[in-house]
């Protein structure tokens, strides 16, 4: 592993000064290509245009139809966490519109991914006159044509990317189909869905219909939520969308679920950055979808009884807890694998007993570990077939590289979907062997050198006039996410002690120009040596009400 400085423009970084952001963050932001302060000013006003994406007209006059005819309208959810914020938004939305809507979660474990003729089997017995998929959908060519045989409308909301074949839907909005303008091709499922209650609303004030007007921006929390969870690219737009959501959970205005998943994770939502979005409420709220049934996320997020919301969120957690133990085992039966293959490169895993809910975190895991692309896979339900998740690595595209095992050996994989960095799959438990040399040879193909060499990205040096409890809190009150990565230091330390602290980290002093410095090292027992090029995080450290900073070493140089 090799620790690099990003490199900026000059002018860009005095541009940034010159706006009046402090020095240091004019050097981050400048990292990350900034050029000017309009790219980090955020309002609703700034916001891309709903009229930019195709089909989202037709949507809003589909919907307005349905609303003003009485009919009964069914969202189809997804499982994880930009599904279930993606479901909470149309809820509330269309229920404040006067819309007659429920909705629906698949099953993971009997039924899959997506609105698959099973699941609309299952749909049809609450007699809806339209389906409306969140989060997915795009790939639902099956499902469609089900509704359709039954008298079914449908209208797809997704973000995915389309594959060769478009379901017969009444209407697709999706900023990644072909013919669509809409410059932010990385807008989460949630942020599809915010953006046609956006274009709804429009339709329903020129219908002359709106009873009264609805304050959309009060979703705005939920879908900051789900856009962090689910990993898209921070594009300006959605930093924008996100920097609402933020500003309402910090002045106290978020939903009570949300306000809910945050007290159950020990946070102040006064306090509360993108951060704890994705790495203490997202992974709360998908622990329903991995273990149990998203119906308790969705419902802790469309409930406006606080102690619904709460007694919801302490059940998440408790799912949450749940998660993270049979993470913690199915990782050491992989690391053992590691061991016992040795110089051997493998991407894919299997055990018999590991939870399908669960493998894409482990592959998330593993891929971290190995700087590689990583599958892992579960037995389903059925008992005959292999649910897989995989996760890939900066510059390597997942879903294009399954998209090259399918057509060079159909019937293979069953099914496949997901993005460049994550995708899904079913194969038969029988083919994973010649699944497994496919993968590889694939791998071979498709990964470039330059995402075989495991190289940290940093900020550079952090002088000490900057480790102060104001900067820290600057930092961590920015709008960080995949793409627009978290202030990550580097510097080159001499190790004064180190200690293990709760039983699976390192707690160190560490000394630099003389001076000295507390620091942890989460998640790691390996001792370090005497002097280390590290990357690290310049964080608030909270303890008896006494807040002081502390460098997270995330990266040692190897």
């Known amino acids: 592993m090799k620790i690099v400085e990003r490199t900026y423009q000059e002018r860009d970084r005095h541009a940034l000064m010159e706006a009046g952001f402090h020095p240091l963050l004019a050097r981050i932001y400048a990292g990350r290509r900034i050029r000017s302060a309009t790219e980090l000013t955020y309002s609703p006003a700034a916001l891309l245009p709903p009229l930019l994406l195709k089909g989202i007209e037709q949507a809003a006059a589909l919907l307005a139809d349905c609303i003003q005819a009485g009919k009964r309208l069914l969202i189809i959810a997804d499982y994880d966490a930009d599904g279930a914020t993606a479901c909470a938004v149309g809820v509330r939305a269309l229920r404040l519109f006067g819309a007659n809507v429920d909705y629906l979660v698949p099953d993971r474990f009997k039924l899959g991914y997506g609105l698959s003729p099973e699941l609309v089997d299952v749909a049809a017995a609450r007699q809806p006159n339209l389906l409306i998929t969140v989060d997915n959908g795009i790939a639902s060519v ?180 749940q998660r993270r133990e049979i993470e913690a085992g199915m990782l ?21 007993e590991w939870h399908e809910g669960v493998v894409g975190i482990l592959a998330s895991r593993l891929k971290d570990r190995l700087h590689r692309p990583v599958i892992c896979f579960a037995r389903s339900a059925d008992g005959h077939s292999l649910k897989g998740s995989g996760r890939s690595v900066p510059g390597h595209h997942l879903r294009d590289c399954l998209d090259l095992i399918a057509k060079r050996l159909p019937g293979l994989i069953v099914r496949f979907g997901g993005h460049a960095q994550a995708a899904g799959l079913t194969i038969a438990e029988s083919e994973l062997e010649r699944f497994a040399i496919a993968f590889e040879r694939a791998l071979e193909e498709t990964l470039p050198a ?109």
Not at 171 to 181: A, L, R
Not at 188 to 209: H, P, Q, S
Not at 276 to 294: I, K
Not at 464 to 487: S, V
Request: glycine share 8%; aromatic share 6%.
């Open 450 to 558: 330059s995402a075989r060499t495991r190289m940290v990205e940093t900020d550079g040096s952090l002088a000490h006039a900057d480790t102060t409890l104001d900067i820290a809190r600057l930092l961590e009150d920015g709008i960080w996410g995949q793409g627009f990565p978290q202030p990550l230091f580097c510097d080159t330390f001499a190790v004064e002690s180190q200690r293990i602290v709760g039983e699976r980290h390192l707690k160190l002093i560490v000394m630099k120009d003389g001076r000295r410095y507390e620091a942890m090292r989460f998640g790691s027992l390996d001792p370090l040596t005497a002097k280390v090029r590290a990357a690290y995080r310049l964080a608030v450290n909270e303890f008896n009400g006494l807040k002081s900073i502390q460098f997270n070493l995330e990266h040692v140089e190897s």
């Open 142 to 321: 099956e499902g469609v044509a089900r509704a359709r045989a039954l008298g079914i409308g449908t209208l797809i909301t997704d973000h995915h990317l389309p594959g060769a074949e478009l379901p017969q839907a009444d209407c697709i909005v999706n900023p990644n189909q072909i013919g669509c303008s809409f410059p932010s091709k990385a807008l989460a499922g949630v942020g599809v869905m915010f953006y046609v209650t956006i274009a709804l609303r429009a339709e329903l004030r020129k219908r002359g219909v709106l009873k009264s007007e609805v304050n959309l921006g009060s979703l705005t929390d939920l879908v900051a939520l789900g856009t962090i969870a689910d990993v898209v690219p921070l594009d300006v737009n959605n930093r924008n969308l996100v920097s609402q959501g933020l500003k309402r959970i910090r002045a106290g205005r978020a939903q009570p679920g949300i306000h809910a998943l945050l007290r159950a994770a020990g946070r102040n939502p006064a306090e509360a950055t993108s951060f704890d979005l994705g790495f203490l409420v997202g992974p709360r709220l998908n622990a329903a979808g991995r273990l149990a049934d998203m119906s308790l996320g969705i419902e802790c997020l469309i409930t406006d009884d606080e102690a619904r919301a709460a007694n919801c969120a302490q059940e998440l957690d408790r799912l949450n807890r």
């Open 332 to 352: 050491e039966q992989a690391l053992e694998r590691l061991q016992s293959l040795q110089a051997q490169a493998s991407s894919v895993f299997f055990a018999p």
